[in-house]
Structure formats: structure tokens, C-alpha cells
């Protein structure tokens, strides 16, 4: 998980995440990752615009953010 995390750093490509917060809710949230830590990372977080520390812990999935395309003409 920490080398995928890290290549999305350096690549800064955004990710999209399942995370559990403390209180049991599952939320979807689109970040930035900004540093690694030992239990957690340190995130821009779209959804707050701010940012934000998540625990690894409950990170349940995540992925790169795939592009949203507006009026596209194939």
C-alpha cells in the first residue's frame, strides 16, 4: 500500500477513496496525497478543500481518479 501511495505522490495523480471514519460512516472521498506516514497520510481532500490527515488503517479502497469528460464528441 505505502509504494502505491508513493507513486501517486510523486505523480501527483488524484485518487478517489473509500474511508471509514471514526464514528463507523463509509464516505467517498477524491484527494491529493501530499506525505506518507508511518499509520497515516496526509491529503488534500477535494470534498473539505483542505487538508486532511487519514488513518491507513481505515482506508478501505482507492484508486486513481478517473477524468470526467463534459460534452465529449466521440
Do not use: W
Not at 474511508?19 to 463507523?24: D, F, L, P, T
Not at 497520510?41 to 486532511?52: D, H, N
Amino acid at each position: 500500500m505505502h509504494r502505491l501511495l508513493e507513486q501517486y505522490k510523486v505523480s501527483r495523480t488524484p485518487i478517489e477513496m473509500i474511508y471509514m471514519a471514526k464514528n463507523g460512516a463509509i464516505t467517498q472521498r477524491n484527494i491529493m496525497v501530499l506525505e506518507i506516514k508511518e499509520q497515516s497520510i496526509v491529503a488534500f481532500c477535494y470534498l473539505r478543500q483542505m487538508k486532511r490527515t487519514f488513518l491507513l488503517q481505515n482506508m478501505l479502497s482507492f484508486r486513481p481518479m478517473k477524468k470526467k469528460y463534459v460534452d465529449e464528441v466521440i
